[in-house]
């Protein structure tokens, strides 16, 4: 099993920049991929970014060019670097992770970009 917990979620401007975190219970050498998904009220959850264990990265159009994920291997925890935000980025943020072919969630953390 893999337990997550997230945190780096809160209240920015647009514009302005959020680092999140996803700290797993094993290396996270032994986890296929880690992602970052997300989920606005009334819209289905989505893809942000994901890191394979090779170090592969995939992002979400919308994202791309805005939003960086990265991993500290020693501290088994993966990061979402997120620059230039909009409002429309604000929802609920997950760190996902497949291990042995199960889907491991954490709690969620918010993220809300307004004025």
């Known amino acids: 099993q893999v337990q997550l917990v997230e945190s780096g979620g809160g209240l920015v401007q647009p514009g302005g920049s959020l680092r999140l975190s996803c700290a797993a219970s094993?290396?996270?050498?032994?986890?296929?991929?880690m992602g970052w998904y997300r989920q606005a009220p009334g819209k289905q959850r989505e893809l942000v970014a994901s890191?394979?264990?090779?170090?592969?990265?995939n992002y979400a159009d919308s994202v791309n060019g805005r939003f960086t994920i990265s991993r500290d291997v020693g501290m088994n925890t993966v990061y979402l670097q997120m620059n230039s935000l909009r409002p429309e980025d604000t929802a609920v943020y997950y760190c996902r992770a497949v291990f042995a072919s199960t889907y491991y969630w954490g709690q969620g953390t918010q993220v809300t970009v307004s004025s």
């Open positions: 094993r290396s996270i050498f032994s986890i296929s991929s």
């Open positions: 890191m394979t264990s090779v170090g592969d990265t």
